[in-house]
């Protein structure tokens, strides 16, 4: 592929853990880059590392997608800069920590905002112009959350990645055969700032090792499930298998089982 060629992916969520890890895969594709995030600090030190890496050009755009206008503007200053997403990796996101009737409205809605809204807006944006190239790619970073029951605490959580999962395979077909793949990348536990950021870290250290997976891990199969069409990719052999025991064990117990697991990952009363 020559530089007229050359292909961008647009990664929000980009300033750390999973979200970083795929921009160092993307770069590693041959993609040129536009990363967002809240933070320029952390945007800047991986534009530097990944540009002295990977030789590709990085592109910074900061912005908050709790900000219902953040997806338009995003994908503005793309075209401001020259620049066409032919890859869009829909990572940001968090969590609440604690039970339902314990957060404020505004909190959930701007979790609903950050986790459902913004990524299926920048999607609306972006996809026209794959189609009308013949080429995209869509990630989004959904969770094995969104395969199981609902747990409580974070308690949209769950209802959020399931969405996300949906929302893939609805999209999936629809663009079957337009050269627009699109792929819910589902992780379970990932090593990321995710824990500490909404303050389970002391819960979640607790859990074996097993449990785990890396950020790298987690993007390297990811950027290979949507190079391929894979709609829907849980990454991890353990991960893979719980999802499937999850089609096939009765709703009553796994629920149940989820429910008493909760207290090892989430804050509940």
Not at 22 to 42: C, M, N, P, S, W
Not at 180 to 187: E, F, K, L, Q, Y
Request: overall charge neutral; proline content about 4%; some cysteine.
């Amino acid at each position: 592929m020559n530089d007229t060629q050359k292909r961008t992916a647009l990664i929000t969520g980009a300033s750390a853990g999973i979200g970083r890890s795929f921009a160092y895969q993307f770069a590693g594709h041959g993609f040129d880059l536009v990363i967002t995030a809240r933070r320029r600090e952390r945007l800047e030190e991986l534009r530097t590392a990944l540009v002295a890496d990977r030789g590709v050009r990085v592109e910074v755009v900061v912005a908050d997608l709790a900000d219902p206008a953040a997806p338009r503007a995003i994908i503005d200053e793309v075209a401001r800069r020259g620049m066409c997403v032919d890859a869009l990796v829909n990572n940001a996101g968090y969590g609440l920590p604690d039970p339902y009737m314990r957060t404020t409205w505004e909190q959930q809605a701007a979790f609903l905002q950050v986790l459902v809204t913004a990524g299926a807006h920048l999607t609306h944006l972006v996809v026209p112009g794959m189609v009308e190239r013949g080429y995209g790619r869509i990630v989004n970073v959904m969770s094995l959350a969104g395969l199981l029951p609902g747990a409580p605490g974070s308690t949209l959580y769950a209802a959020a990645k399931a969405f996300g999962i949906k929302f893939s395979e609805s999209l999936a077909a629809e663009l079957d055969g337009k050269g627009v793949h699109v792929t819910a990348v589902c992780p379970g536990f990932t090593f990321s700032e995710f824990h500490d950021v909404n303050g389970t870290r002391e819960k979640v250290q607790k859990m074996p090792s097993y449990m785990w997976m890396d950020a790298d891990e987690v993007a390297r199969e990811g950027v290979e499930a949507a190079m391929q069409g894979e709609v829907v990719c849980v990454t991890g052999r353990l991960n893979a298998t719980i999802a499937s025991l999850a089609k096939v064990l009765p709703g009553p117990f796994l629920r149940d089982i989820v429910r008493r697991r909760a207290k090892n990952f989430r804050n509940v009363e």
